[in-house]
């Protein structure tokens, strides 16, 4: 049960990210915008990924993963 919790949240934020980052590109998008959008404290962010350039990452490879 815990599990799929954790899944959720991480698809969660990954979902707000992609959002973010199409509208405002990967450099002007900063950790704090993608908190607000996905109403999760910067310290959960960290939990599931190292950095912005991580969660970037982790998009790019499910993306391509899809293809």
């Known amino acids: 049960m815990r599990s799929v919790k954790k899944e959720s949240r991480r698809e969660q934020i990954l979902s707000c990210a992609a959002r973010i980052f199409a509208k405002k590109g990967y450099h002007a998008t900063s950790i704090s915008d ?16 190292k950095n ?3 969660i970037f990452d982790t998009l790019i490879k499910n993306f391509t993963g899809d293809i």
């Open 52 to 54: 912005k350039r991580d």
């Open 34 to 49: 993608i908190c607000k959008k996905s109403d999760v404290a910067r310290g959960t962010i960290y939990l599931y990924f």
